[in-house]
């Protein structure tokens, strides 16, 4: 049973910075893809980004590259979202998800139908 916490949110101007936080309780030793979607009204969720426990290797959604990054502190079971140039049309409640890593795969899939694990949201609101 994996707890997902998020933090961080709030509201900023456009091409302002937010860093969103999502700790992680009962973790067991098995490897978990963990990734960050959003959700605004009235559209369906969405992958931002994610990380795998195999390799590190990230995958992001294409209108966030080069503005958002995404990371983990394994030590402190912290999974992070640092979003930068940030834009009106990035505002969603944001969440944190995580799933079983697949054994022999190096990569984590941005379908949120693929994830179990899913955090309560933390609201992003850009404003122009």
């Known amino acids: 049973q994996v707890q997902l916490v998020e933090s961080g949110g709030g509201s900023v101007q456009a091409g302002g910075s937010l860093r969103l936080s999502c700790a992680a309780f009962?973790?067991?030793?098995?490897?978990?893809?963990m990734g960050w979607f959003r959700q605004a009204p009235g559209k369906e969720r969405e992958g931002v980004a994610a990380?795998?426990?195999?390799?590190?290797?990230?995958n992001y959604e294409e209108s966030v590259k080069g503005r958002f990054t995404i990371s983990k502190d394994n030590a402190k079971n912290t999974l992070y979202l640092q979003m930068n140039s940030l834009k009106p049309e990035d505002t969603a409640m944001y969440y944190c998800?995580?799933?079983?890593?697949?054994?022999?795969?190096?990569?984590?899939?941005?379908?949120?139908?693929?994830?179990?694990?899913w955090g309560q949201g933390t609201q992003v609101t850009v404003s122009s």
């Open positions: 009962g973790y067991t030793y098995i490897t978990y893809c």
């Open positions: 998800a995580a799933v079983p890593q697949v054994f022999g795969r190096r990569w984590c899939t941005l379908e949120a139908n693929e994830y179990n694990y």
């Open positions: 990380i795998d426990s195999v390799v590190g290797s990230t």
